[in-house]
Each structure stands twice: as C-alpha cells, then as structure tokens.
C-alpha cells in the first residue's frame, strides 16, 4: 500500500512507536477523509533518535567521503529504480497528481547524484603562511549530528535538499518530517538503510512542531538545525539556538515579486506569471505571489491572466494544473485573508472561494485567486499565504517597479520580464533577494545552485549547492612546520 494506516518513527534502523503510544490524524488533502495515524513523537522519542544519530557517526564519519559518496549513489538509483512508487507517496500525502510526484522525485534524485559527487570534491583550502617552513591548510570535518525539520510542501524534495548534503558531509541525522508529509521521510530512511547507510546514521521522528521539533532544536547532541519552514516558526527556532550558541540555517518564507514592464512578450510573461502563482497550488517559497506590473500593459495583461487562470484544471490527475492546499487549517486562513482584504478595498478578479463541487468538495481545494486594488502596505501585500493567491500592482515605471519588488519584509526571489538587457540586469543588481530572474518564473534554484533569502526569508546561509557544505561541516585549519634541523 503507498500509503499505511500507520505510521510509526525510524529509530536506529527499526520502526518504532512513539514512546507515550499517541498517534496523529493524518488527512488526504484531495479528498478530505482520513489517511493515515502517525506517531506523535515528545522528547524522549526525540532523545532516542539523537543517541542513535550520536551512536552512529563516527563509524559513519570514518567511512572517506569518496566512499559516502558511492552509498549516496545508491540510495538514488534506488529511488530511480522505485521512481513511480515513491513518486505515488509524494502524491498521496499532498494530493498533487502522481506527474508531479515524479517530478519531484526526479529532482530529488539529481541532488543525491550532486552530493554524491561532492564526496570527490569535499576541498579545503591551502593558505599561504608568512612562517618560513609552515604548510597550512584547511580541511571539512563533520559538525556531529544534524537536527533537520522540513515542510510539506515538496516532500521529498525538501527531504534530499537537507538529508543528502548532511549525509556526505559524515554527520548524523534525525529528521522532523513535516505532520502533513510525513510517509516520504520514512520511505526514504527505509531505502537508505537497504541501500547500505548504516542503521542509526538517518532517523525519522515524526509528530508535531512544537513537542518534536523544538525538543531536536534544545538537545545538546544536535549540533547542527536546518529548518526549512515559516518565518514565524524560523524566529521562535533562532531564539533557542542562540541561547545555546547552536549554529542554525534557516530557508524561510517569501512574497515575491514578478515584474511585467511594457517591452515584455506578455504571452510569456503570462504563461510564467500562472506558474510562479499557483502551480503546487502556490505552495511554494518561491511563489509569485505579487505581480508588479507597468501600466501601458496592465489591462492587456490582466485580460489575459485571469482568462489562463480560469483555464486551469483542479484535481490530482495527471491532466490538471493544480492540486489541493495540505490542511483544513491553511486553507481556512486563506480564506479568511482573502475576505478581511475584500472587506478593505481588493477587488477579487479571479476564485476566493472553496471549490464545493461533487469532485472536489470533501478536499482542501482553493480556487486560484487573483485581487487587485490591493494597496501595498496592506498585510495581504506583506504576509505570505502560502496557496494559490496573487495580488497584483501597477507601476508607471522601472523605478518604482523596484521599488515596490523591494517593499516589504522577505527577499527570498524575484523576477522580470522585459525585453531589456539593461532593464533586466539593472533589476538583478537593485533587487533584494537571494535569486533573481529575468524572463521566467520565480522559480527555485536545482540541487547544485545556492538557494536562499534576504530579509525574513532566512539568515544568511544558502542550500544546497556547494554552500550547504559550509551549513553541515566545520572548516578545521592544520599547520604543518617542516623543521630544517630535522633534515
Ligand atoms: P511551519 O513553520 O508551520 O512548519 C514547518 C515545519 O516546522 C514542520 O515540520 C512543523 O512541524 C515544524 N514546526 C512547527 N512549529 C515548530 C516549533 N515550534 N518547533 C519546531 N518545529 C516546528 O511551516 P509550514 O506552513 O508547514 O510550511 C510553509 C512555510 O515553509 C512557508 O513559510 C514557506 O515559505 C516555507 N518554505 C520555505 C522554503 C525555503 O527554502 N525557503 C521551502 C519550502 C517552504
């Protein structure tokens, strides 16, 4: 079955319930009805799991890089070769068609491959001395163990974007799935301990944020946390780790911007614009959730996004755009937000409501919403919905465009379309976000590219890419003296 009724922790290579025996309702987001029971993991399951995690890596630490990197290898062509099958997990814990799951798969499998090589490429640096005799070097050593906790909006892509470059760097790791996504993490722990990962060197701890995750944050054993999540929940984790001095990176949430100025080709500018805003139902960091567009061609493009908009099928066949929100909880917030900024001047365009037709009625559906007249310091401009909502904003010109891409707390992507060399590099350079695009979709980065924020998108440290080494190793500087008397 791709999906149990079940769902229990990954604990030093075993299935294992939570210590206190609870479980969680786990619900399917495309029909609403109840999918599974999941471990509702505290403090001691989180406890089992670092002590395993701890227990293991050294031996994991000892095995070279080169040959860590050959085990990673594994564990992708395991998840190719079982592609369709992991891809149906991804699909049934989100409710986006199985296309997609695969798609997601696929990407997970590229930044095994890319980490996996890393192990070839683990560099230090040698560094010139101004002592007579002195070599001095830097070399990558392990942090420990690594506390990883993940959202649900791409399952196993948000898995491989932290496991793999943990893993071929010689830590440890428990992970905290997301509770919405949590049967991706444990397909995956399962594949790499067939694929030959010693048991105990990757574990799965499922449950809630606050009794599962903040207990892996406060553990002194965790000597690294990665969290992939809200800004909300990125501030409360930086407050504990700094208590602690604990090194933590955080890839937090966006409200990004997708210029259209009047040299666009705006059936393109369109086509990327329906993407960036809703596709994975607007589940994304990276999503297109302001369109900033110049005045000559606001109307026409207006015309024609909410005619794209309304063309999109909703559902989890391969043949639809779109799948449901993950929860009863998110989809609720937005369509509270959507309401308080109808109340205060927006004007809706495009969906707002539930879809409550016999297909799609029991589901989390939200129909892809598109407001205007939304005045930018409104908190519908500022604050991240985290679904298929778009608002958008006229400009009467390149400058101002800028400047509202720039209004606001978060700075994670950002995009233009224009036909303009100079226009699109100049918007590159005065943008504040860590990815920055021109003529396509604000879209995120692939394995081997650094992806990340500004502002309340994160705190400065980039993954995966070569850089997420720097977040799951710590440099270690060695001085050799050659002595001339021993010559
Ligand atoms: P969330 O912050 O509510 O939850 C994310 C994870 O944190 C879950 O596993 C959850 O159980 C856990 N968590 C919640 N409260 C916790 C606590 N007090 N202590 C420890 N862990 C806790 O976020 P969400 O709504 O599930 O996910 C959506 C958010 O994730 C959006 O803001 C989105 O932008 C962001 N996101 C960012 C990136 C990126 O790379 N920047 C990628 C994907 C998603």
Same mark, same amino acid.
Request: proline share 5%.
């Given at each position: 079955?791709?999906?149990?009724?079940?769902?229990?922790?990954?604990?030093?290579?075993?299935?294992?319930?939570?210590?206190?025996?609870?479980?969680?309702?786990?619900?399917?987001?495309?029909?609403?009805?109840?999918?599974?029971?999941?471990?509702? !993991?505290?403090?001691?399951?989180?406890?089992?799991?670092?002590?395993?995690?701890?227990?293991?890596?050294?031996?994991?630490?000892? +095995?070279?890089?080169?040959?860590?990197?050959?085990?990673?290898?594994?564990?992708?062509?395991?998840?190719?070769?079982?592609?369709?099958?992991?891809?149906?997990?991804?699909?049934?814990?989100?409710?986006?068609?199985?296309?997609?799951?695969?798609?997601? +798969?696929?990407?997970?499998?590229? &930044?095994?491959?890319?980490?996996?090589?890393? =192990?070839?490429?683990?560099? $230090?640096?040698?560094?010139? !001395?101004?002592?007579?005799?002195?070599? %001095?070097?830097?070399?990558?050593?392990?942090?420990?163990?690594? $506390?990883?906790?993940?959202?649900?909006?791409?399952?196993?892509? %948000?898995?491989?974007?932290?496991?793999?470059?943990?893993?071929? &760097?010689? %830590?440890?790791?428990?992970? @905290?799935?997301?509770?919405?996504?949590?049967?991706?993490? #444990?397909?995956?722990?399962?594949?790499?301990?067939?694929?030959?990962?010693?048991? $105990?060197?990757?574990?799965?701890?499922?449950?809630?944020?606050?009794?599962?995750?903040?207990?892996?944050?406060?553990?002194?054993?965790?000597?690294?946390?990665?969290?992939?999540?809200?800004?909300?929940?990125?501030?409360?984790?930086?407050?504990?780790? =700094?208590?602690?001095?604990?090194?933590?990176?955080?890839?937090?949430?966006g409200k990004n911007p997708l210029v259209v100025m009047d040299d666009a080709?705006?059936? @393109?500018a369109?086509?990327w614009a329906?993407?960036s805003?809703?596709?994975?139902?607007?589940?994304? &960091?990276a999503?297109g959730s302001r369109i900033i567009l110049h005045a000559p061609i606001y109307?026409?493009f207006?015309?024609?996004?909410?005619?794209?908009?309304?063309?999109? @099928?909703?559902?989890?066949?391969?043949?639809?755009?779109?799948?449901?929100?993950? %929860?009863?909880?998110?989809?609720?917030?937005?369509?509270?937000?959507?309401?308080?900024?109808?109340?205060?001047?927006?004007?809706?365009? !495009?969906?707002?409501?539930?879809?409550?037709?016999?297909?799609?009625? $029991?589901?989390?559906?939200?129909?892809?919403?598109?407001?205007?007249?939304v005045d930018p310091a409104?908190?519908?401009s500022r604050?991240?919905?985290?679904?298929?909502?778009t608002c958008l904003y006229r400009v009467e010109g390149f400058d101002q465009a800028v400047e509202l891409a720039n209004a606001g707390p978060y700075g994670l992507t950002a995009c233009i379309h224009t036909r303009s060399v100079d226009r699109g590099l100049l918007f590159c350079e005065r943008v504040r976000a860590g990815v920055t695009v021109i003529n396509a979709g604000t879209?995120? #980065?692939?394995?081997?590219?650094?992806?990340?924020g500004r502002g309340l998108s994160?705190?400065?440290?980039?993954?995966?890419?070569?850089?997420?080494?720097? +977040?799951?190793?710590?440099?270690?500087?060695?001085?050799?003296?050659?002595?001339?008397?021993?010559?």
């Amino acid at each position: 079955m791709t999906i149990p009724g079940i769902l229990d922790n990954h604990i030093g290579g075993s299935e294992v319930a939570a210590v206190g025996g609870e479980r969680i309702e786990k619900f399917d987001p495309h029909s609403g009805a109840l999918q599974s029971r999941i471990a509702r !993991s505290g403090a001691a399951d989180v406890d089992a799991a670092v002590q395993a995690a701890r227990a293991a890596q050294p031996g994991w630490a000892a +095995v070279p890089a080169v040959q860590r990197g050959q085990i990673l290898h594994r564990i992708a062509n395991l998840m190719e070769a079982r592609a369709e099958e992991l891809g149906a997990v991804v699909a049934g814990e989100t409710g986006k068609s199985r296309k997609e799951g695969m798609g997601e +798969v696929g990407a997970a499998v590229q &930044c095994a491959r890319f980490f996996a090589g890393e =192990g070839q490429r683990l560099f $230090g640096r040698t560094i010139p !001395s101004g002592t007579p005799g002195k070599l %001095n070097l830097t070399v990558r050593t392990p942090a420990g163990v690594a $506390g990883l906790i993940i959202a649900a909006n791409t399952p196993i892509a %948000n898995v491989a974007w932290k496991l793999f470059p943990a893993l071929i &760097c010689g %830590n440890g790791v428990v992970l @905290k799935a997301a509770e919405d996504t949590p049967f991706t993490a #444990s397909w995956t722990a399962r594949a790499a301990l067939e694929a030959g990962l010693p048991p $105990g060197v990757f574990n799965v701890v499922h449950g809630l944020g606050a009794e599962a995750g903040e207990p892996l944050v406060t553990h002194d054993l965790v000597d690294v946390v990665s969290f992939t999540g809200s800004t909300r929940v990125g501030r409360r984790l930086a407050e504990l780790a =700094g208590a602690r001095l604990k090194k933590i990176s955080l890839e937090l949430g966006g409200k990004n911007p997708l210029v259209v100025m009047d040299d666009a080709d705006l059936d @393109k500018a369109v086509r990327w614009a329906v993407l960036s805003a809703f596709s994975n139902a607007g589940q994304r &960091c990276a999503a297109g959730s302001r369109i900033i567009l110049h005045a000559p061609i606001y109307d026409a493009f207006v015309e024609k996004f909410v005619a794209a908009t309304a063309a999109l @099928k909703l559902g989890n066949g391969d043949g639809d755009d779109l799948g449901p929100v993950i %929860n009863a909880r998110q989809l609720g917030n937005m369509l509270a937000a959507i309401d308080a900024a109808k109340g205060r001047g927006a004007r809706l365009l !495009s969906g707002g409501s539930r879809l409550a037709d016999q297909d799609h009625a $029991g589901g989390y559906y939200l129909a892809p919403t598109i407001l205007d007249q939304v005045d930018p310091a409104d908190e519908i401009s500022r604050t991240e919905l985290f679904g298929p909502v778009t608002c958008l904003y006229r400009v009467e010109g390149f400058d101002q465009a800028v400047e509202l891409a720039n209004a606001g707390p978060y700075g994670l992507t950002a995009c233009i379309h224009t036909r303009s060399v100079d226009r699109g590099l100049l918007f590159c350079e005065r943008v504040r976000a860590g990815v920055t695009v021109i003529n396509a979709g604000t879209h995120g #980065s692939e394995a081997h590219m650094p992806f990340g924020g500004r502002g309340l998108s994160g705190n400065g440290s980039r993954e995966p890419g070569t850089e997420a080494l720097d +977040v799951y190793s710590e440099l270690k500087n060695i001085a050799l003296n050659a002595d001339p008397a021993q010559t």
